[in-house]
């Protein structure tokens, strides 16, 4: 099934000469339970691409389709409650409230919507992400890696149709770097979340399903990552497509 689908997506700013084509033309289909990543270096148009497919821009052209609706044909009102429901987001500098405790920021969005958060899934998440003796601290008493668990459980809580995460290990050092996207990868398999992470860095996008690069606001590789598992190895979107149906000959080995 879908969660999200982007048809003939652009973004432009300026013209004439000085016109820039952050997106030019994207066309993407994301699976639900998928852990996709888009690489890219600065400039190549990864993080305009997230601000489209989260809603916090408009487009030029094209469509952005989010758990079957079209985003931009929402007004401002419906679109921010659509944000908060279904899409949650995991930025580089945590973005939590400095005088809410931990508890706080996680249920923040429940509040603002005028919802209670499941006390059950609610309890899942922060045991898994290991913030059970953290909920009445405030951030500023955490460490980096800990503020970003208390982000992924925040974007968790409302059970959104996708989770968006831009450069989410960027103010990490290296070893919680690692130990942050392993809570991803282990939150999207355990509670079968769907997220699109964005990042520079090739090696971090290993931990992915799937890898989506992207130059010059264009998709110019996409394929499913299965060069971690052991026998396996990676392929194109196409590739995948002839090995399910049987035509390519060869043994399909993950």
């Not at 969660?3 to 993407?28: C, F, M, Q, S």
């Amino acid at each position: 099934m879908k969660i999200l689908e982007t048809h003939n997506l652009k973004k432009y700013y300026g013209k004439g000469d000085i016109e820039v084509r952050a997106l030019d033309g994207v066309d993407l289909s994301i699976e639900e339970g998928e852990f996709a990543t888009v690489v890219g270096t600065s400039g190549s148009g990864k993080s305009t691409l997230l601000h489209m497919l989260g809603g916090l821009d408009y487009a030029t052209s094209g469509t952005v389709t989010v758990a079957g609706k079209k985003i931009f044909e929402l007004n401002e009102n419906d679109l921010t409650i659509f944000r908060r429901r279904q899409i949650g987001f995991i930025f580089q500098s945590y973005n939590l409230v400095p005088i809410l405790s931990v508890y706080e920021n996680i249920v923040l969005p429940m509040e603002l919507d005028g919802r209670r958060a499941d006390k059950k899934f609610m309890d899942q998440i922060v045991q898994t992400l290991g913030l059970e003796n953290k909920l009445d601290a405030l951030p500023g008493q955490l460490s980096g890696g800990q503020q970003q668990r208390v982000a992924i459980a925040r974007a968790l809580v409302t059970k959104p149709a996708i989770i968006l995460a831009d450069e989410p290990t960027g103010n990490l050092d290296s070893r919680t770097t690692q130990e942050v996207l392993g809570l991803l990868k282990l939150t999207s398999e355990q509670f079968h979340q769907t997220i699109v992470m964005i990042t520079h860095n090739e090696a971090l996008a290993q931990l992915s399903d799937r890898i989506i690069r992207i130059e010059d606001g264009r998709i110019v590789n996409d394929y499913a990552n299965r060069a971690g598992v052991p026998g396996g190895r990676s392929f194109t979107r196409h590739e995948e497509d002839m090995e399910e149906a049987g035509e390519t000959g060869r043994e399909v080995r993950i």
